[in-house]
Structures are given as C-alpha cells and as structure tokens.
C-alpha cells in the first residue's frame, strides 16, 4: 500500500489540487491527512484559491481512500462538510505490521507522543517538514502544502512499504528515510 501524506491544506484549492496529482503521479492508494483541511486559521493570511466547499467535494470524491485526524484549525463544522471522520486528535494506522502514528501536532506530535510504541509519528501544524530518527521511532513532519514556513517550499509526503519521503508540491525528493 502506497500512502500520500499530507498536512495544512488550509482551505487552498490549488495547492489541494497540485497534491492530489502528484499523488496519482506516484500511484499512491490511500491518502492520510494530518489535519487543518479547510479552515485557514487566524494567525495566516487568506490563502490562494481559498474554498472550503471546493476541498469539501475534490476530498468527498476520495472519501473511501482517506484517513484523517483533527488539527487545531479543524471543528465540528468542517465534519459536517466532510464524508470522512476528521475529529480525533490521532489514530494508529497499522501497515505490514508497522505501526504509525497519524496526528496534526497540536497535542501529540512526533515529539510529544501519547502512551505507546509507535514505529512512526507523522504530523504537520508547524509547516516546518522534517523527517529524522527519533530513538526508536521516526519522526515526520509533512510541513505544509499551502503555507509553509522557514523559508521552505510547499512539501508534502509518501510512505511506501515502509519508506517514508518527503518532496516539494512540485515533485522534488528532499529527504527518504526507511522505518
């Protein structure tokens, strides 16, 4: 199973639009979402092609493919948009028999993880990507489509058999890193 990591779309339709092609570029099966999906927040400026409704739809149309947990940006108004659950601040996903860590990083993150073993901890909410061995587990960060920060580029992710890599919204590998 090939996964498309993403995190903070914060509302922006074209970077939504650019993640999902490279996703059917790279042949990905599933999508996980580490929150902050439609909302853009307070503390950011509006994003290009903001619509909310537009993520809504382009993401329902995939809704049997996503797994997604609650950011900080994320309420129970965004749910009612989405056919997808969105409002748990983390969840286990369990891939040939690793088990990864799914959460936004508000509350867990790759950093602060919840009581358990993970194999990896994957996150965003900081739009700073990164992905490091963390003691037995590998931390990752996807950073952001939409607003990223430290001067780095829109990234997002894949994980693929284990191998988690991180690339720019236009398709350049930063980092890999195998579990």
């Given at each position: 199973m090939k996964y498309l990591l993403l995190s903070d779309i914060h509302g922006s339709l074209p970077a939504l639009g650019k993640a999902l092609a490279f996703g059917r570029?790279?042949?990905?099966?599933?999508?996980?979402?580490?929150g902050d999906i439609l909302n853009y927040g307070p503390r950011n400026g509006v994003p290009q092609g903001l619509d909310a409704r537009g993520i809504a739809d382009r993401l329902n149309a995939l809704a049997d493919r996503i797994v997604a947990v609650r950011g900080n940006c994320d309420s129970e108004v965004d749910q009612m948009l989405l056919h997808f659950p969105i409002m748990?601040?983390?969840?286990l996903l369990v891939d040939e028999g690793r088990k990864i860590l799914l959460t936004h990083g508000h509350v867990y993150s790759d950093s602060q993880l919840p009581p358990g073993n993970f194999d990896a901890a994957i996150c965003g909410h900081t739009?700073?990507?990164?992905?490091?061995?963390m003691g037995a587990t590998v931390g990752c960060n996807t950073g952001s489509i939409t607003f990223p920060k430290g001067g780095n580029p829109?990234?997002?992710?894949?994980?693929d058999r284990g191998l988690i890599s991180i690339f720019t919204l236009e398709g350049q590998l930063l980092k890999?890193?195998?579990?």
């Open positions: 570029a790279q042949q990905c099966d599933m999508i996980l979402l580490m748990q601040t983390y969840t739009h700073l990507w990164h992905l490091e061995r829109p990234t997002l992710g894949t994980m890999r890193l195998q579990l």
